[in-house]
Every structure is written in structure tokens, then in C-alpha cells.
């Protein structure tokens, strides 16, 4: 029951307009193109964005959303040609040199979903940086990266 109220808040507060991508903070932080793919309850979840900095260097610290119990920073990388990933306790931001969260690179990973990420709707996300604290973004459910 309480997951339900959830989903429909969600969906109402999509439909009341809220930014779906965008947001900025100070100092010269933006966050673009926030987007999640598709998951069931039971799998792991994904989430991918670019933050761009217009101010002075950052770190991204801390991830987190509602609908999952834990997210974490995570990077892959190629290890002798299999794909392997860890946690990251910190991802560098600077002018000029975008953090990119993008397949086969930094990413967030969402363990233990509280409900499924469905196509076409949206997922809460607060990033925190060291300097400019939390930043609160809505990542869009979709199934292909977003065109640049
Ligand atoms: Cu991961």
C-alpha cells in the first residue's frame, strides 16, 4: 500500500511540472541528462548523468534515492578484458572536465529496489557534493542512453 502512494506521488508530482533535468546549484554545478534504464524488484538499478561545473573544483561524495535501500558510487572498468566494477568513495568534478556517469564508466547502482523502475517515469536522486552539499536531481526511466 505505502509503495503505491509512493508511485502515484511520483507520477502526480511528473505531471505538476517539476524539472526533470537541470537542476543547478551553487556554485556552477549542473547536472545534465539524469536517467535511469528499466528495472524489476530484485535487480539491480542504474543511473547515469553529467555533472558540469562552472566554479571551483568538487567532489561527488554521496548518492542516494527513496526508491532503493542502498545506492552507491560505482566505477567499471576493463580488467584484463572482463568488465569489473567497485565502489568509489569520491568522483572528481572541475571546470572544464565534466564527471561523466555513463555506461562502462562511473555509474550508480541501486541495490535492493523498493519498487520497479518503469519506462517513462521518474526516479529521485540527491547527489551530494564535498563543497556544494545536496543536490536533488529526477532521473527519467528509459531505455537508451540520452542523445547528447
Ligand atoms: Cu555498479
Known sequence: ????????LLFCLGFAGWPLAGNAAD???????PWARPAAVGQMGVIYLTVKDTGA??????VKTPVAADAQLHESKMVDGVMQMRPVQAAPVA?????V????????MLMGLKQPL??????PVTLTFQKA??????A???????KP
Open 95 to 99: 571546470p572544464g572536465q565534466p564527471l
Open 101 to 108: 556517469l555513463a555506461p562502462g564508466g562511473y555509474h550508480i
Open 140 to 146: 527519467i526511466v528509459q531505455r537508451e542512453p540520452p
Open 1 to 8: 500500500m505505502r509503495n503505491n502512494m509512493r508511485v502515484a
Open 118 to 123: 518503469k519506462e517513462g517515469e521518474t526516479v
Open 133 to 138: 552539499g545536496a543536490v536533488a536531481v529526477q
Open 57 to 62: 573544483p568538487d567532489q561527488l561524495v554521496g
Open 27 to 33: 556554485p556552477g554545478l549542473t547536472v545534465e541528462q
